[in-house]
Structure formats: C-alpha cells, structure tokens
C-alpha cells in the first residue's frame, strides 16, 4: 500500500506543478483522493492523512534524485533566510556561555548596534524574563529574540565594569546575512575573497569587497570557495561574469523537459584582467563548481585545492496548496566545454552521501594518483587545451592535499567541547579594552601579539577545569593549530569575520600555494588568460 500511495503522490505533484495534460491532472488527483477515501473509510487502524502524505512525498522524491527535496511549510522560511540574505530581528552575534546569553558581536548597522549593546554584554532578562542559568538552548535564544520587523524588544544587560544592570528597548528589523566573509589584501599586491555561499545579495558584497581591494591597489585575486555549497544559479553566473570578458558562455542547463538553454557573460566585468586563483575542496558544490568550472574551461585562473563535490543538477522549488514546497530536480548544467559535473547516483541516496568517507579510505585527500577516471570523461580546455575533467566534481589544477600534521587528540576534545570559543569569550571580558587600545588594527594585531607568551597556559589550564587532561606531547603536537586558532577568534572578536580569515589563514595551505602560484611563473608557463 505504501508503494502505491508514494506512486501516486509523485504524480499528483507532477500533474500540479510541471505541466501534465490536463486528463492526467485530473485523472491523478482524484485516484490520490479515492485513495485517501478508502484508508480513512476501511484501513484497520486510524491514520493521520496530513502525516501520510508528507512521508509518502518524501519516500518519491528520495527515490529520484539526492537533491529533489520535500520542505514542509513551517521550514521553509528558515531554509530560505541564508539565500534571500536577511531575517527579522534584533541582529547580535551570540553565544551561550556558561549558561548566560553572551553578545559576541552587534552586526553592523543593525537595531543592538543603534541602541549601544556591545561585544561582550551578556543578556540576562528578554521582556522580564530571567534567561541566565536556566539551560538556555540557541533554539530558545531565536524565538525570543528574532520577531517581525518593528516590533519591541526589552532586554536587561549586565555589562562589566558597570555596577547597574542596563535596559534597552530594541526595535526589531531586517538583519543582513553576509555571505561574503572576508575581504583583505592578502599582500602587496594579492587580493583575497571568501565566499560562503550564492546568496541574493552576493554579487554586490562581492563588488563592494572587490572595489575596496582595488583602491589598494591589488592587481591579483584570490576567490576562496571551500566549503562553499552552492545557492542560486543566477548569482554564480554573475560571479563568472565578473571575471571572464564579454560574449563567453558561462554554462547551459538541459533537462528532458527543459529544454537547452545558454547564459552569457555580458558588460564588462569588475576584474577580467589580472592573476585569478580560485580555492575548492570537498565542500564546494553546485554554483561553486559553475564559476570555478567556467574559468577553468577558458584558462582563466588556477584551481587550487581538492576535487569537488560533484554537484551539477539543477533544483526549481514548486509550492503546495498547504504552503509547503518541493525542490524538483529539472536539468542538469554543464561548462563551457561540455561537461557535466553530477557524479554518479544511481545506487541511491544513503549511499550517495557517504562519498566523503569513500574519499577518506581511498586516500584521495592526501594523494592525487588515488582519484581514478576513465578517458571518456577527459575534455580540453578553450584556450590552451589542457585536459580537464568531467563527472565527479571539478579536478584542481593544483592538489593540495589536507595537512594533519597538528592534529591530535588532544586538540580534537577541546574542539569539540568548544573550549577554545568558550576560552576566548571569557579572555575578551577582561582584555577586551586593553587589547583595543593596544592594536588599532589587524596587520599590527597579527604581528605583534604573541599568543604563546599572552594565553596558552591559561589556556591549557582552563582546559583541564573543563575535563581535558593536560598532554604535553599531544599539545606541543597541536601547539600552532591552537594558537592560531585562539588569536583568530580573538581578532573576530575584536574587529569582525575577515579578521579572522586573515588570521586563520596562515593554517591554510591552499591559500598559502594559491599565493606561492601567483608569485611564480605558473601562469605564463601554463597559457593562462590573466592579461
């Protein structure tokens, strides 16, 4: 009976919303509606139609494909806050820090940073309710704190150095969510973007990042999608865009009823000349693969890191009568030079997902040579006609394997118990204001501040209050990795997420060849288009 039921849903959502004739709509619908009719009439047990329906609707499209998806409706506002880039509320950075809600850091422009909270006020009453020490969760903090645009918020703040508790009256409205990260010089002459997703706003933080490189005086790009999952389509053709000249085909989409359909680069671009690496691992998906995969097909720039994710189907959402939607697989994308992307699916969706463990035992994120394809997935670039590859994801041209030369277990238990955050959090209660007049900005905070001499015993001994044991080996193992770590969070702490990019990355050996690859001769060497 389950079968049939998930058979018929699928074609009552098909019949709906991709365009049935119009016997097949109505001949659907009511066999899904007979259907329902004799369950509720006969079935021996009692059932819940609403329940029956959702998890028939999403056995059907789990049989499909990895990413046809099913959102039921009180999910779907929040699935799509981090691409519309906003959501309505009070707009803090937070944590929860030894069961007190801690303010991290007001964002920019929003309704705290206006009224005067700041970085390390911790909230203590939301409308005269106590919220300190009662097991706050970050569930709890959101249905408090966020609210439609324009309305009031009471809270009472305990703020150090100030005897008396401070309340504030904090009008709700749009926050921004920002899905370009960092944008800093990472030398002289080297720019550096990191992206963390295709967002509505996307393009212009990344123009707005890119012009403040530019009246520095950059004259190379660095474009960081690791991790990067992908977001609208559109907005990774107009990243592509940015960099590559006019009248380039940037990719086409076909599907059996989507017909081919191109898209072109079109004005000029904000940065079509100069020296383009482009950064991607294992976590850069779909739009990622879009952008890097068009500049890789012209010669455009280098591609440095891990191999993709392998992600090139393409999802329309398609709404339900309750408010609900599907996320309806209905093309494939390919690049420039023909490929498609999309690795293999067709032994299901459990299986497809745990391609990051096969990776890992094949030994592929530390050796080149584990990564196996045949010929007929081979294509050559426009340009220099260097062979690149298609379906599993997008091939760097540079591999560059991950370094666990500093892990340890040790490192591994801190980090899972957030104690570096934690440690930090409490580090910046006291030191804020010395920190702040001691280093007016990150270049000098990153120069001079000694974090081996400053915090590693207090930290280590903070640890061990938090039931990590002290391990000298293990630590002197992890020793780097922690201390840049902990002065990275310190910098976000201080300024904002780009300072601690631009901290962090002196552990990214991506970034660090990304910037060796600039300054060689790898770009004439191998034809690239950068002039």
């Known amino acids: 009976m389950r079968r049939l039921i998930k058979t018929l849903v699928l074609l009552f959502i098909l ?309 609900s939607a599907i996320r309806l697989t209905v093309a494939r994308y390919h690049t420039p030079s023909g490929r498609c992307i999309q690795r293999p699916y067709d032994e299901g969706k459990e299986e497809y997902y745990k391609e990051f463990s096969r990776r890992f035992k094949n030994g592929e994120y530390m050796n080149e040579d584990s990564i196996s394809l045949p010929d007929s997935l081979k294509f050559k670039t426009l340009n220099s006609k260097r062979t690149v590859y298609g379906g599993g994801g997008i091939m760097p041209d540079v591999f560059v394997p991950i370094d666990t030369t500093m892990s340890s277990d040790y490192f591994g238990k801190v980090n899972r118990k957030g104690l570096l955050n934690e440690f930090v959090l409490t580090y910046m209660d006291t030191h804020r204001k010395d920190l702040k007049s001691k280093y007016s900005d990150v270049l000098s905070f990153k120069k001079l501040f000694n974090a081996d001499l400053e915090i590693l015993t207090d930290f280590i001994d903070y640890a061990e209050k938090n039931e990590v044991e002290k391990n000298d080996e293990q630590i002197n193992t992890s020793k780097r990795l922690i201390l840049i770590r902990l002065k990275a969070l310190i910098a976000r702490n201080l300024w904002n997420t780009s300072a601690y990019f631009q901290v962090v990355n002196d552990l990214n050996d991506s970034y660090l060849k990304a910037i060796e690859e600039i300054n060689s001769n790898t770009f004439k060497k191998e034809k690239l288009v950068y002039k």
């Open 15 to 323: 019949a709906s919303h991709v365009g049935f004739s119009q016997y097949v709509q109505n001949d659907a619908s009511k066999k899904f509606d007979a259907l329902l009719q004799y369950i509720n009439y006969a079935y021996v047990d009692s059932t819940d139609d609403n329940k029956l329906v959702e998890d028939a609707i999403v056995a059907v499209l789990k049989e499909l494909d990895p990413h046809s998806v099913y959102i039921p409706k009180e999910e779907l506002k929040k699935m799509n806050e981090p691409l519309l880039g906003n959501f309505e509320g009070i707009g803090i950075q937070f944590n929860i820090l030894h069961d007190t809600l801690m303010v991290v850091s007001p964002i920019s422009g929003g309704p705290s940073e206006k009224v005067g909270l700041r970085a390390g006020d911790k909230i203590i009453e939301v409308d005269g309710e106590n919220v300190a020490g009662i097991g706050l969760q970050n569930s709890d903090v959101q249905k408090k704190l966020r609210g439609k645009k324009g309305t009031k918020v009471n809270v009472a703040i305990k703020r150090r150095s100030v005897k008396e508790i401070l309340n504030f009256t904090i009008t709700r409205d749009k926050i921004p969510i920002f899905s370009v990260l960092a944008s800093y010089m990472a030398t002289p002459e080297i720019g550096y973007i990191k992206i963390n997703r295709f967002a509505k706003n996307t393009i212009t933080e990344f123009r707005n990042g890119l012009a403040k490189l530019q009246d520095q005086n950059m004259k190379h790009l660095i474009i960081d999608l690791r991790g990067n999952g992908g977001g609208y389509l559109k907005t990774a053709i107009q990243l592509a865009d940015e960099v590559l000249d006019d009248k380039k085909l940037i990719v086409y989409t076909e599907g059996n009823k989507n017909p081919k359909q191109e898209y072109y680069t079109t004005t000029k671009g904000g940065f079509e000349k100069g020296k383009l690496v482009v950064l991607i691992d294992e976590g850069s998906a779909s739009a990622s693969e879009i952008v890097s995969g068009a500049i890789q097909d012209y010669d455009r720039g280098l591609i440095i890191g891990r191999r993709s994710f392998g992600k090139g189907l393409v999802q329309k959402p398609f709404s339900l009568p309750d408010g």
